[in-house]
């Protein structure tokens, strides 16, 4: 069955390949790239790299949210993205907006943003209002708990909120590694993404966000930079479980490796390509 997202004029369609959204974070304190795209020369300069190695969505991220990260401001992120939003904007890419604040969601998407990445997986009512205001999809990550094994937990949590937001056709669900699991769960999630395609007979758009994250560190013993491979074969093995989207720093390694795999996984092949 195809799953349509729509955005302002033009739609993303789920099922023919995998959507690779390139990470932009314009914090000092991210955990892998912190501070290295903070001005808006190098923000913007970032972005068109990521999008000339293929992402298909550049999602910005304002405030970093690594363990025991330090919050700041909804003026303060606001004041990130202000000019950073309308520059990328012009490269005629959807933008997503990595935020849980409804405040600066509804800025973002005035300033042109197309999609709300929530970390906080739509717990905020402001946060919903906002996104039904906008007819904005929603990337609606799992990051709390309900009881259960991980795979049962997330799946209540999908089934919670399809019945809570109203356009349920416009969320995509982040599974939420290293979100409010241990590093055990996250392995457990990663190899049953399959499990997680269909809730209640209904097949649910998934985005995987694993990119260079403590779990990879923890199951192969790699530092963070060196982590790039290995976010690379966890994405194949997600697409061939049904993950739409794949969010990552390497945009250039892993847009090649979602590539090949959509041919093995989702298209025929034709020898006169």
Do not use: W
């Not at 023919?16 to 974070?25: C, E, H």
């Not at 909804?74 to 950073?84: G, N, P, Y």
């Not at 996250?186 to 985005?207: A, G, H, Q, S």
Request: proline share 3%.
């Amino acid at each position: 069955m195809k799953q349509i997202i729509k955005l302002r004029g033009r739609n993303l369609e789920f099922g023919k390949k995998t959507f690779v959204m390139g990470i932009l974070n314009v914090t000092p304190d991210s955990f892998s790239d912190g501070g290295f795209f903070y001005s808006l020369e190098t923000a913007v300069n970032h972005a068109k790299n990521l999008i000339d190695d293929g992402a298909d969505v550049i999602d910005i991220g304002a405030e970093s949210t690594r363990p025991n990260f330090t919050p700041i401001s909804a003026e303060e992120e606001i004041s990130r993205l202000e000019k950073i939003i309308p520059a990328v904007k012009k490269f005629c890419v959807p933008i997503s907006v990595d935020t849980y604040k409804p405040k600066v969601a509804a800025v973002a998407l005035e300033l042109g943003a197309e999609i709300i990445n929530d970390i906080n997986g739509l717990a905020d009512e402001e946060m919903i209002d906002v996104a039904e205001k906008f007819n904005a999809p929603v990337i609606a990550m799992h990051n709390r708990k309900f009881g259960g094994n991980v795979i049962d937990d997330i799946k209540n949590f999908f089934r919670q909120t399809l019945r809570r937001y109203k356009n349920s056709a416009q969320i995509i669900f982040d599974v939420g590694i290293g979100f409010n699991k241990t590093q055990e769960e996250n392995l457990t999630v990663l190899r049953n993404l399959r499990d997680l395609k269909f809730v209640d007979c209904v097949e649910i758009p998934l985005l995987l966000g694993v990119s260079r994250k403590s779990v990879i560190g923890y199951a192969t013993g790699l530092e963070v930079d060196d982590r790039d491979e290995a976010t690379g074969a966890v994405c194949v093995l997600a697409i061939a479980q049904g993950v739409d989207i794949v969010r990552v720093h390497n945009v250039k390694m892993i847009s090649k490796m979602c590539k090949m795999t959509d041919v093995l996984t989702r298209q025929k092949f034709s020898a006169d390509k």
